[in-house]
């Protein structure tokens, strides 16, 4: 059992979650994941770490809450237990001295891409961090992230928080601003994934995004997570979850995101009542 | 003994849910025996001189002595027969291919009708069950030995299981949230009920057995740090990642590996959505690829799930299906179709990227292959299309790479498998055994739990030999 320490809405459907697993710690490099298993019933669900402390045995996850086995983790107080924490899982991403790094968060990926920041601000790049979200208040960890960034560029689509824009919007302020990027990663939905890809194409440089596939056990059998990269099949569970997103087949992806897109809003609105 | 015995051929037939109810339910297929049907069927066993019955066990029960005391009514002395060569007899008992195995040198197989070993075997587990004390038996003195089990499944539980006997502290490893391996996550619960696995896991427990769930040896911490803390290790890590045929359209939705969906439904307990929070999409139309005992599981279980039509689709013919006969005949009765000497082609998805149709060809048998089979070889211009919604693909998979990938000394063979000494099954690092799938590829229970058995062996003489 791993034990709560803490659990708390941070915006409006994001939570974050600190968990004691002081094995899974041990060991985590940045990019690696954990899955989740709340207790009897639940489901699986892969999430990427966001923090950890080694000397307190403590990992932090920032999750969405957006169908029934996330909605457990949502209420879960300090103090409570979780079934099941284990990892760390998938290839951690790659960290060396690349130069200008441009790392994206959007969603749950502002708290995902923290490590990533840390890493290669340790390694001695330049990092650049966007933040990205719809409003003003899904934006999170921005003082967090300055500590590791050399920049941190807030963007917003409805302007009420730094610039006005999307993805793109970072690529024309990075223009504005004479600077060159030597690599990109993105973390968050596929959607942001894929801007990324497709909006900093032009600069012929990586593009490394972390897909959040479905998966079931995260170790290579279930082969649910699969996707294509370079034309071959991968599984993002033990060859990712890091990919190039140049080389994604982003049309599959996002379609295989959908397969029980029914059965979960089905189960939102079962109330269990037995009615009709 | 009785050497004048009277042969009698008439094989006590083990009563089954029947085909109609039980395709659309998870309860298991076959019902056990009664106490009668139990000793009369043990009554049949001609308790021979030389039992070659027991040759073709990888487990070497003494299968004459466990029968015997069946016919006498003995039936704490049967399950204490089978306990000490077989740490699983309820599983064992279910899923074993005794047509191939012990039943198959039963002098009666000549007659044509052998000892039904396996349904007796089950019965004895499952009369131990009714007691209300379950007799353990003795331990030999702690040996103060410390012993690291990797994967619970057959292979792991079979090592932990002897050794523990033997007086060593044993340590089994799980990476899922539940033990049992592909008793758990892969053989559906109306083969093999969840219950009974976790009985099994819970008997080990009492004899000594630490098990510690949700780590994955390779990722939470590397093998060669694990080998620090113990003195020997045995990997039994099992299968891995799904084979798939390579053919345009398998990422499409509704195509799932066998792993993925008897996992959803079996581990993740997806039957019982939406109480259980796994989906599981009820699909009308599957077609399973494959013709092993996982393909009818997954047929089956499609069935079970409100499908109206579940489809094997095979290359080769029925003369070459590698299912159990059982299994194949269970699967006849509950309506399953079979599509023999049928190759899929191509998978074709809809505009969304759900499966709609699957084109395939037709295959005559050839010359035999490397298997000793008849290789199938395409006819030209026999394509055809199947319209289904789903589509299962059963054709195996490769060994799990976590603890290769991550353990630098290890000999790893171009298939994946860990590279064993035959004897011993010692690997190339000191002090670690493997067994099972991971060592053999895809392969049975019994084989795994052959395997542990000699592993367990091997590990217990090295014990034995070195004072650390």
Same mark, same amino acid.
């Given at each position: 059992m791993f034990k709560v320490i803490e659990r708390k809405s941070i915006v409006p459907n994001l939570h974050l979650l600190v968990v004691h697993a002081p094995d899974v710690v041990e060991t985590i490099q940045p990019g690696q994941f954990v899955i989740i298993h709340a207790g009897e019933g639940s489901e699986r669900i892969p999430l990427t770490a966001a923090d950890w402390d080694r000397e307190e045995g403590t990992l932090s996850i920032v999750f969405m809450e957006v169908g029934t086995s996330t909605g457990k983790l949502a209420m879960l107080q300090p103090g409570d237990e979780i079934q099941t924490v284990v990892g760390p899982l998938g290839v951690p991403i790659e960290i060396e001295k690349f130069g200008v790094v441009v790392c994206i968060g959007g969603c749950f990926g502002m708290g995902s891409i923290y490590p990533v920041v840390r890493a290669l601000k340790e390694k001695g790049n330049e990092v650049i961090t966007m933040l990205e979200g719809r409003s003003k208040n899904l934006l999170y960890w921005e003082e967090k992230l300055s500590k590791y960034s050399d920049k941190v560029i807030m963007l917003t689509r409805d302007g009420s928080y730094g610039y006005k824009g999307h993805v793109k919007k970072g690529v024309e302020i990075l223009r504005e601003q004479g600077i060159k990027p030597d690599r990109v990663i993105a973390n968050g939905c596929t959607t942001l994934s894929y801007l990324a890809t497709r909006d900093y194409a032009h600069y012929d440089i990586p593009v490394i995004v972390t897909l959040n596939t479905i998966m079931i056990d995260g170790t290579g059998m279930c082969g649910v997570c699969r996707c294509t990269v370079d034309g071959k099949m991968k599984f993002a569970c033990v060859d990712g979850p890091s990919f190039d997103g140049r080389l994604v087949d982003w049309d599959e992806l996002a379609a295989r995101r959908k397969q029980y897109i029914s059965e979960e809003a089905f189960l939102v609105h079962h109330s269990g009542c037995g009615g009709f | 003994m009785a050497t004048k015995k009277k042969l009698n051929l008439n094989r006590v037939d083990m009563p089954k849910q029947a085909d109609f109810i039980r395709k659309r339910n998870f309860k298991e297929v076959a019902l056990g025996y009664s106490v009668e049907d139990a000793v009369e069927e043990a009554s049949r066993c001609l308790d021979c001189k030389k039992p070659i019955c027991v040759d073709g066990c990888p487990v070497e029960i003494d299968i004459p002595g466990f029968i015997r005391a069946i016919a006498n009514r003995d039936f704490s002395l049967a399950i204490k027969t089978l306990k000490e060569r077989n740490c699983l007899p309820a599983v064992c008992g279910r899923v074993c291919p005794q047509e191939e195995q012990c039943e198959i040198k039963c002098i009666l197989?000549?007659?044509?009708?052998?000892?039904?070993?396996?349904?007796?075997?089950?019965?004895?587990?499952?009369?131990?069950?009714?007691?209300?004390?379950?007799?353990l038996p003795g331990i030999m003195k702690k040996t103060g030995k410390r012993v690291a089990v990797i994967g619970s499944g057959p292979a792991g539980i079979t090592v932990a299981g002897d050794l523990i006997l033997l007086g060593h502290d044993v340590t089994m490893y799980e990476a899922l949230h539940e033990p049992g391996g592909v008793l758990t996550y892969g053989i559906p619960e109306f083969r093999l009920p969840?219950?009974?696995?976790?009985?099994?896991?819970?008997?080990? &427990?009492?004899?000594?057995?630490?098990?510690?769930?949700?780590?994955?040896?390779?990722?939470?911490?590397?093998? &060669?740090?694990?080998?620090?803390?113990?003195?020997?290790?045995?990997?039994?890590?099992?299968?891995?990642?799904?084979?798939?045929?390579?053919?345009?359209?398998?990422?499409?939705?509704?195509?799932?590996?066998?792993?993925?969906?008897?996992?959803?439904?079996?581990?993740?307990?997806?039957?019982?959505?939406?109480?259980?929070?796994?989906?599981?999409?009820?699909?009308?139309?599957?077609?399973?690829?494959?013709?092993?005992?996982?393909?009818?599981?997954?047929?089956?279980?499609?069935?079970r799930l409100g499908a109206e039509e579940s489809v094997v689709v095979y290359r080769r013919s029925e003369a070459e299906l590698p299912a159990r006969e059982e299994e194949y005949e269970n699967a006849v009765e509950e309506s399953v179709e079979f599509n023999f000497l049928t190759l899929p082609e191509k998978l074709i998805g809809d505009e969304n990227g759900?499966?709609?149709?699957?084109?395939?060809?037709?295959?005559?048998?050839?010359?035999?292959?490397?298997?000793?089979?008849?290789?199938?070889?395409?006819?030209?211009?026999?394509?055809?299309?199947?319209?289904?919604?789903?589509?299962?693909?059963?054709?195996?998979?490769?060994?799990?790479?976590?603890?290769?990938?991550?353990?630098?000394?290890?000999?790893?063979?171009?298939?994946?498998?860990?590279?064993?000494?035959?004897?011993?099954?010692?690997?190339?690092?000191d002090r670690?055994?493997?067994?099972g799938d991971i060592v053999s590829g895809a392969a049975t229970v019994i084989l795994a739990m052959g395997a542990g058995r000699k592993a367990a062996r091997s590990m217990h003489k090295y014990l034995s030999d070195t004072s650390l």
């Open positions: - | 197989q000549k007659k044509g009708a052998p000892v039904a070993i396996g349904r007796l075997e089950r019965f004895a587990a499952e009369w131990e069950t009714k007691q209300d004390n379950v007799e969840s219950k009974v696995v976790t009985r099994e896991i819970e008997y080990l &427990q009492k004899l000594g057995v630490r098990l510690i769930c949700n780590f994955v040896v390779g990722k939470t911490r590397s093998l &060669q740090k694990i080998l620090d803390e113990y003195d020997v290790v045995f990997v039994g890590t099992g299968a891995g990642l799904p084979w798939f045929m390579n053919i345009p359209g398998e990422n499409l939705n509704g195509v799932y590996s066998a792993n993925e969906y008897l996992t959803r439904v079996n581990l993740m307990r997806g039957f019982e959505y939406p109480k259980t929070y796994t989906p599981v999409v009820r699909h009308k139309k599957v077609a399973v690829v494959g013709g092993g005992n996982v393909a009818m599981d997954c047929a089956r279980t499609a069935l759900w499966l709609k149709e699957i084109e395939c060809s037709r295959m005559e048998l050839g010359e035999p292959d490397a298997s000793g089979r008849r290789r199938p070889v395409r006819i030209d211009g026999s394509e055809f299309r199947m319209k289904m919604d789903a589509c299962i693909i059963a054709i195996g998979n490769s060994p799990n790479p976590i603890i290769p990938q991550t353990t630098p000394d290890l000999d790893v063979s171009k298939w994946g498998t860990i590279e064993v000494d035959e004897d011993s099954l010692k690997t190339s690092i670690v055994w493997a067994g």
